[in-house]
């Protein structure tokens, strides 16, 4: 049985209920919404346009995908959402984006074996964990990964790692 899904701007009003989103955001609607998405996959710019980084989200729950996409999405970002790690593999093989942000505890295929996978493939994306989990330096370290927040996070703190990771790639791998 599938879940109900809410139409895109209750998702968005909704979503904001939980984060602080300024008030000068505008919420884009469906239309809108649609024709960005057409451009992006057609890798058409237009105008004074450029291109924005693109990051992946994998999490399983649709409510941290939403909420997380929204967020980037009025810093300026592209952002691809996948709710499992298997279908991620097989998305990385067609657009690879500049960044993965990754859940731990996913049904399927858990986040480090995901790392394992996408290591064995495409080992110069940077990855960022979000996750309940707590995770030392070391354990960090070892997975290879350029980033960590657990969760809740503030989503200042997410943007400020994804700015610094994005914008300078020497830095990809020296965070933690």
């Not at 707590?134 to 960590?148: K, N, Q, S």
Request: negative net charge; without cysteine.
């Amino acid at each position: 049985m599938k879940p109900a899904t809410l139409p895109y701007r209750d998702r968005i009003q909704f979503i904001s209920s939980f984060t602080e989103i300024p008030e000068h955001h505008q919420i884009p609607d469906e239309e809108e919404e649609a024709k960005r998405h057409l451009r992006k996959e057609r890798g058409l710019v237009t105008g004074g346009e450029h291109m924005a980084k693109l990051v992946l989200i994998i999490d399983d729950l649709g409510i941290m995908l939403d909420l997380v996409e929204y967020m980037l999405q009025m810093a300026g970002y592209e952002v691809m959402t996948v709710s499992d790690a298997l279908t991620a593999l097989a998305q990385i093989e067609t657009t690879s984006p500049d960044l993965i942000l990754l859940d731990v505890m996913m049904p399927h295929m858990s986040g480090y074996d995901f790392i394992e996978q996408l290591r064995q493939r495409h080992h110069a994306i940077p990855i960022v964990l979000l996750t309940v989990k707590e995770h030392t330096p070391e354990e960090v370290e070892h997975l290879g990964v350029a980033g960590y927040l657990r969760k809740p996070f503030h989503h200042s703190e997410l943007l400020n790692l994804l700015h610094e990771l994005l914008s300078d790639p020497q830095q990809r791998n020296a965070r933690i």
